[in-house]
């Protein structure tokens, strides 16, 4: 006889518990002896339904108004930006050029400086001097400054004038005479210039000294 | 009221009722039509009749280009074309700052047109009279072109409701005349039409993008959320091997020295001898791309890649290199020469001065570039065996770097050399080559006899950074080294003691050159007299090679010889030497090779 059967057999040997006996006392439908209350509806509810929707309205309404005022603010720094990309492009296109060498060569030809010859090296490692070991010329190897050779079309743009104007036919006139205002104005700053030149560098930081690496 | 008036007006209110409710239907009906079914027919066509989009042209910046140090050699701005309404032309009421009202005339406002866009009043008027003239309902005539920025703001503040503006990319070189006529240019419409600008356009093109935008009708404020943006695409940068600041030096240099020599034209090319890289590629006259049209047409390309020549006595050395290579020759073998001979097929040959006959020894025949020891020489090997070893240093090989209208000089094959060419062949007449090709030559010699391909561009730099390095070709050994050395060897002593050795001299250095010169063509089948194409080619330091300088003038008439050419070198030598820092060494050669037996 298997485990399995004994079991069952045990199974079916126990007592079974039983419901207890239902017991009907008297009658089993009777009237509700007073109607429940019927409750108020709380004014809390209306009031957070209705000042939410209040709120959500207001609330687009002001969301509204907002982006249509950054829309507004938008629109102007985008103005400014494009000035100030005009702006940029015309101070590029104003120093266009400055840095070309032969820009750079006939200035420096104009402030005496010249190409020399041959330099002479110091080599570290024993301190002894390599190549021609002659103080440098006052010849130039070629004339940057009289003979300049290298065209630069960009070096040759005039500043754009400004037109100045006028109620009448003085237009012109003044036009001109706003020229010579200007070239006043750049003869005196080429005199600044000048003064400033020959004054020897401030030292407000210390001397200038090389920097090694 | 009594109940049938009172069921009357009941029905009354039902039907007004229903046909409140019917109307009602009705619009809702026509609102679904319009907001939903039609919706997007109405948009299109709102967009098309109501001022309620806009979009503006995103520019895409076309790529720089820069000099091995990223000094920029072009870049782009924006230029404008001034065009006029000539319906709207006319007085315009204006107020001043106190208030005031007065009138401006159009003749004054002609005056301030002129003042900025450099067109004179009377032109202005002219051109918009004419237009009118020829069509009453004109709306447009065109009154200047390429304005600056600086222009165009100050055209604005004149706030002349009839101009318009057209912007456009446009290019721009810093530089100027600096390697001009190596980077070209545009055309006004902004097709590059020469040089790099052309070469290297795949490179350098932007693509204009777009943005699209609802807007406000009343005040044209773009409506948040609408943009629909198609981005501009930059181009890319291409970097070249040269220096710009030695560009300059050899620019101006040349162009004295032109001018000197009284010489038509004039180039300086230096190149590096291990990489192969052009660092310098000068002439004169040149090209300011920014204003091209003030150059002579002539001098708007590069007559460094576009010049074909004979290359006369530069050649020697390449035919001393054939001999060596052969083991037919040593730079000690010797032959004799006279100053002129008729050589038994019936061709004569002379050389440039007069000289009793002479045993020279190879080197002896570079030094005094006779050409009938070369001739001598050169008939140790036959036509077939030269013809071979010309191609192979370069000879009508075609063009060296691949620059726009690059020439590729040209040579006959040898079952065609006649009596004379057989000779001619061997100092360098006879067959014509470039100067990229000579310069090419010179490079495989001082680097111990392996050809680097010359380059000019370094690479190209795509926008998001991705460098695409150009490949010029793999290096070539052309001649043992032993060869290569020893005709190293023999053209440091051309320079050491050829006719030109105290020209070119640098303090320091020892200098390897040859000087060259071509007869030129006259058009009508003969050369023409007492001028000459001449040029010098050498490389410095000597014994250790690091840069080859070319320099030829064409048409010298001061000294017509090619000896012209040897201030030019000396001072170009002297000034890469400077410029790239080669330290100083011997000053000449450790073996000195005699001319003669």
């Not at chain 2, 010359?454 to 070539?476: H, K, N, Q, R, Y």
Request: hydrophobic content about 40%; glycine content about 8%.
């Amino acid at each position: 006889m298997s485990a399995a059967n004994t079991a069952a057999v045990l199974r079916a040997a126990a007592p079974q518990p039983r419901p207890a006996p239902e017991r009907t006392p008297g009658r089993r439908l009777h009237a509700v002896p007073a109607p429940a209350p019927r409750r108020r509806p709380k004014l809390g509810y209306a009031v957070v339904a209705f000042g939410g929707a209040v709120a959500i309205a207001v609330a687009q309404m002001g969301l509204s108004v907002l982006t249509t005022q950054s829309t507004y603010e938008l629109a102007a720094l985008n103005q400014e930006r494009r000035t100030a990309t005009l702006q940029a492009q015309e101070l590029r296109d104003e120093v266009a050029g400055l840095s070309s060498p032969q820009h750079l060569a006939s200035k420096a030809a104009s402030l005496g400086m010249v190409i020399d010859a041959s330099p002479s090296y110091l080599r570290l490692s024993d301190g002894a001097i390599v190549g021609e070991g002659e103080a440098a010329g006052t010849v130039s190897t070629v004339d940057a400054g009289e003979r300049a050779a290298v065209g630069n079309a960009l070096l040759e743009r005039k500043p754009v004038a400004t037109p100045v104007a006028g109620g009448s036919a003085e237009a012109g006139k003044k036009a001109a005479a706003a020229d010579q205002g200007a070239q006043k104005a750049e003869t005196e700053k080429a005199a600044a210039e000048k003064a400033a030149a020959e004054l020897p560098p401030p030292l407000t930081e210390g001397l200038p000294s090389p920097t090694t690496r | 009221m009594n109940p049938i008036a009172k069921r009357s007006a009941r029905r009354r209110t039902m039907v007004a009722a229903a046909l409140v409710l019917i109307v009602l239907a009705g619009f809702v009906v026509r609102l679904i039509d319009i907001q939903v079914v039609h919706a997007d027919d109405h948009i299109a066509d709102s967009q098309r009749t109501g001022n309620m989009t806009g979009s503006e042209k995103l520019w895409g910046t076309r790529g720089t280009i820069v000099d091995a140090d990223g000094v920029v050699l072009a870049s782009s701005t924006m230029r404008y074309d001034l065009a006029i309404d000539p319906a709207l032309v006319g007085d315009i009421e204006r107020t001043r700052e106190d208030g005031t009202e007065y009138t401006q005339t159009w003749d004054e406002q002609a005056d301030l047109i002129a003042q900025v866009s450099g067109t004179s009043a009377d032109e202005i008027k002219r051109i918009v009279a004419d237009t009118l003239e020829a069509d009453p309902d004109a709306r447009w005539a065109q009154l200047a072109k390429n304005l600056s920025t600086a222009q165009y703001q100050a055209l604005r503040e004149l706030e002349l409701p009839y101009l318009v503006y057209d912007p456009k990319p446009s290019r721009t070189y810093p530089n100027g005349a600096v390697a001009g006529n190596l980077i070209g240019f545009e055309s006004n419409d902004g097709d590059p039409l020469a040089g790099i600008e052309l070469a290297q356009d795949s490179c350098l093109e932007a693509k204009d993008g777009e943005v699209t935008f609802a807007k406000g009708g009343a005040d044209g404020i773009r409506i948040p959320g609408s943009e629909q943006v198609t981005p501009a695409v930059d181009g890319g940068q291409v970097q070249l091997t040269l220096d710009s600041d030695l560009q300059w030096y050899m620019e101006q240099m040349i162009a004295e020295e032109t001018q000197n020599q009284r010489a038509v034209a004039g180039t300086v090319t230096v190149v590096d001898v291990q990489t192969g890289q052009i660092r310098a590629a000068a002439q004169y006259p040149s090209m300011d791309p920014n204003d091209v049209l003030a150059s002579d047409p002539t001098y708007r390309g590069s007559l460094i890649f576009g010049t074909v020549f004979e290359p006369g006595s530069t050649f020697k050395p390449i035919t001393a290199a054939m001999l060596l290579e052969e083991g037919v020759a040593t730079p000690l073998s010797t032959t004799t020469a006279a100053g002129w001979e008729q050589f038994p097929n019936g061709a004569r040959v002379g050389d440039s001065f007069q000289h009793p006959t002479y045993t020279y020894t190879l080197a002896g025949a570079l030094i005094d570039s006779s050409n009938v020891a070369l001739s001598k020489f050169g008939e140790l090997l036959p036509d077939e065996k030269r013809y071979e070893w010309l191609k192979r240093f370069g000879i009508g090989g075609g063009a060296v770097v691949g620059f726009p209208g690059e020439e590729n000089g040209w040579i006959r094959p040898a079952s065609e050399w006649d009596n004379q060419t057989h000779y001619a062949t061997t100092f360098g007449q006879a067959f014509t080559a470039t100067i990229p090709q000579v310069v090419s030559a010179y490079q495989t010699i001082a680097n111990g006899g392996v050809r680097v391909p010359l380059s000019l561009i370094e690479s190209c730099t795509s926008p998001d950074g991705e460098v695409t390095t150009m490949d010029p070709g793999e290096p070539e050994r052309i001649l043992s080294e032993d060869t290569a050395e020893d005709v190293r060897l023999m053209l440091e002593n051309v320079g050491f003691q050829g006719p030109v050795a105290e020209q070119i001299k640098v303090p320091g250095y020892s200098i390897a050159a040859k000087t060259g010169t071509a007869q030129k063509t006259d058009g009508n089948g003969r050369y023409k007299s007492g001028i000459y194409f001449t040029s010098i080619v050498g490389f410095a330091p000597a014994e250790d090679p690091q840069y080859v300088v070319m320099i030829t003038l064409d048409e010298p008439k001061r000294v017509t010889s090619s000896a012209a050419t040897a201030p030019a070198l000396q001072k170009a030598m002297e000034y890469v030497l400077k410029d790239q820092r080669v330290l100083p060494g011997a000053s000449e050669p450790e073996t000195k090779l005699p001319k003669f037996k």
